[in-house]
Each structure stands twice: as structure tokens, then as C-alpha cells.
């Protein structure tokens, strides 16, 4: 019997790497050359092109490479209702080396999902692009709004509505996502996927006792994070898949944060209902797989496969470590992708298309051979 459910044995996290006709149309509309009519039109026809190699180079579901984004948080965030985005001295977290555009999101007013959100006409393009399909769709995990306005900015002051009233703002955080999911699966989509990467800061020494130093109190933050999600989550429909993607930062083939997951495995894996966790591993950067033993029922998808450099992956090796990792997961309830998207952010990571679609074949061939259900 085949693996007929996502996430499937061969997967991806979503982004891919802008084609150039798609970065100078952007470009071109950004300086007013070209209309949103023209920019939209151009997308579409990207898209399709890309929705044909993801199923030529095997993959059972379908995105839009995230190629209507800047970024993959900010887009969303921005487009929700009391969020806004603003110009900023430096990115809201430093990666090792080049830095993204210095923008971020504030909350300005009471947080809510609009029924025009941008989001929502992605997604319908998408579904009339790749008809026939099962799509994928990717939106930030609801921790990233609280985490990039409030958790890293050491000079957060709130709005009156939420001045000490936290417990409202993660109300209505819970409720926006909620209506988002929602809204979502109404257009149809039934595979969806909460980007984060507040995780990977919790499991970074260095982070966390910078915010701590802001006043933060990390493990309420955490246990609120996973009380939100839960409280979305017990809103998905049955026949929904929400998984949830975790990495360290991903911004033109470097990161910002390192650690393994010892210090949120047992809150996160233990007690965060998703139907499964894209974790990145591929590098010492994010430890090794003995916290995997706090899983549940949760799939893993294994992110052994890097999406930041073009060198192919020794086959054996990965095999040996979906072996190593099955000692704290059962294989059955393992699967492998790369351990984040090619193009987080439009400017996209250092290697080209064809060595893109090579580390997604690679992936595809070791999980046939791993799996007799791929």
C-alpha cells in the first residue's frame, strides 16, 4: 500500500528559488515599470512551470514556491489586520554573515484576518493552476507574529488595547490563525504547514539569554506558543493536515541560531498537537535525534537533505541516520525532506536551479528505497 497521506516519505518544506524572469518581473514592479496585472500574470506563468517540475521530480504535493513573497513570514504577517510593516535599522535577528532587508512587522492595532487577505487569492490562483493536484500550502507558525514584535525587540511597548494584557493578545493570535486555517481549507486546502522559527531560537543558548535579558520569560512564552497552537488546532477540520516547520534560519545559505531540540523536545514534541514536525538536520548545528523520543503520534519528517549548499548528500549516510533516528521513532512514522526551503526570502539560497532539483530527486530516490509505502 502506498503512503497516501501527507506529509509523505519524500517531501519539502515549500520555498524554491525565483526563476530570473520572475526576479526582474518583481523588480520591475517595484519600480513601476510594469503593472500588478503584468506582475501577476508573470507569476502565474512560473508557477505553472514550477508545479510541473515538482510533479516531474516527484513530488506528491505541490506549492507555489512561495514565488508571490518577499519573504516567507512577513507577507503574511503584514497582510493581517492590525499589523504593519515597517522599515527597520537591521533585520529583527542576525544571521551569520549577509543580512536580509532590514523590515519588520509591528502590531499597531487589534490583530485579525481579513477576508481579502492577499493569502487567500495565492492560494486560489494556485489551486486553478495545479488543478488535479494535492496542494501545499505554507503560512508562519501564529508564534512568529508574538516573537518578532514582542520576543525580540528589547524595546517593546504595546498598544493600550494589549498593555498588560497579554492573555488578549494571544486570543486573538489564536483566533487569527484559526480563521486563516479555516478560510483556507474553505478554498480547499487540505495540507498546511505553520513555518517557525521561534523553536530553533529556544534552542539556542545565545538567544535565549538575550531576550531573557530583555525580561522575557521564555518558558511561558513556549508554554503559551504551544497552548495557541493547540487551541487552532483543536479547530482542524478531520480530513486537515497542519504540520509545522522548524529550522535555525535560512537567508541566502546561512542561518541565525544553533542547538539541538533537548530544551523544548519534551514541551514541544510532547504536547504540540500538529500531524507532524519538518525538522531540520542537516548539520551539527541542530544536535542529534535523542529528543525525538518525547514524539507522540506525530510524523517527523526528516530534514537530512540541505537546501543551502549544491553538494549531493552521500545516500548511505542518510539511510544510516533515518536508521539512527528510528531508535527514537518508529520508521513507520518517519519521513525525508530537505531541512528547509530553497528560497526563504526572494533572494534565494547559493546553488542554482538544477542542483535544486537535484537534492529533490535525491530525496525522492532515498525514500523508495527506505520506505516500500514512498
Known amino acids: 500500500m502506498a503512503h497516501i497521506l501527507p506529509p509523505f516519505r519524500a517531501d519539502h518544506v515549500g520555498s524554491f528559488l525565483r526563476p530570473t524572469a520572475l526576479a526582474n518581473a518583481r523588480a520591475m514592479f517595484h519600480k513601476g515599470l510594469i503593472s500588478k496585472e503584468e506582475l501577476t500574470r508573470i507569476e502565474d506563468e512560473e508557477i505553472l512551470k514550477l508545479v510541473e517540475l515538482e510533479k516531474k521530480n516527484g513530488l506528491k504535493a505541490v506549492t507555489d514556491g512561495e514565488f508571490r513573497r518577499a519573504f516567507w513570514h512577513l507577507d503574511f504577517l503584514v497582510g493581517l489586520d492590525g499589523v504593519e510593516n515597517v522599515s527597520a535599522q537591521s533585520w529583527s535577528t542576525h544571521f551569520q554573515g549577509v543580512q536580509p532587508k532590514a ?7 487589534k490583530v485579525g484576518f481579513p477576508k481579502d487577505h492577499p493569502f487567500l487569492d495565492a492560494f486560489r490562483r494556485l489551486k486553478k493552476i495545479a488543478s488535479g493536484s494535492l496542494l501545499k500550502f505554507t503560512i508562519p507558525s501564529p508564534s512568529m507574529l508574538y516573537q518578532i514584535c514582542i520576543v525580540r525587540d528589547k524595546d517593546y511597548a504595546p498598544i493600550d488595547l494589549y498593555k498588560d494584557n497579554d492573555e488578549q493578545l494571544l486570543k486573538d493570535i489564536e483566533q487569527t490563525w484559526t480563521d486563516a486555517m479555516l478560510a483556507l481549507y474553505n478554498e480547499g486546502c487540505r495540507y498546511l504547514q505553520f513555518d517557525d522559527t521561534s523553536w530553533g531560537e529556544f534552542c539556542s543558548d545565545e538567544k535565549t539569554k538575550l531576550y531573557s535579558s530583555y525580561g522575557r520569560d521564555l518558558k511561558k512564552v513556549q508554554e503559551n506558543y504551544v497552548k495557541v497552537l493547540n487551541g487552532i488546532l483543536s479547530r482542524k477540520p478531520a480530513d486537515m493536515t497542519v504540520t509545522m516547520h522548524i529550522c535555525r534560519g535560512n537567508f541566502r545559505s546561512t542561518w541565525f541560531s544553533s542547538g539541538g531540540y533537548e530544551p523544548v523536545a519534551e514541551l514541544l514534541f510532547g504536547h504540540c498537537k500538529v500531524d507532524g514536525f519538518f525538522l531540520e538536520y542537516d548539520s551539527d548545528r541542530a544536535g542529534d535525534f535523542r529528543p525525538l523520543r518525547f514524539i507522540k503520534d506525530q510524523t517527523v519528517v526528516l530534514g537530512l537533505i540541505t537546501s543551502k549548499f549544491p553538494e549531493l548528500e552521500d545516500e548511505q549516510t542518510v539511510k544510516e541516520r533515518i536508521k539512527e533516528a528510528s531508535q527514537y521513532v518508529p520508521l513507520e512514522q518517519l519521513c525525508l525532506s530537505t531541512q528547509c526551503g ?4 526572494e533572494e534565494g ?4 536551479e538544477d542542483q535544486q532539483w537535484a537534492k ?8 523508495k528505497e527506505v520506505w516500500k509505502d514512498a
Open 342 to 345: 530553497f528560497s526563504s526570502t
Open 103 to 109: 523590515t519588520t512587522a509591528v502590531i499597531t492595532g
Open 349 to 352: 539560497n547559493k546553488l542554482t
Open 360 to 367: 529533490i530527486r535525491l530525496v525522492v530516490k532515498i525514500a
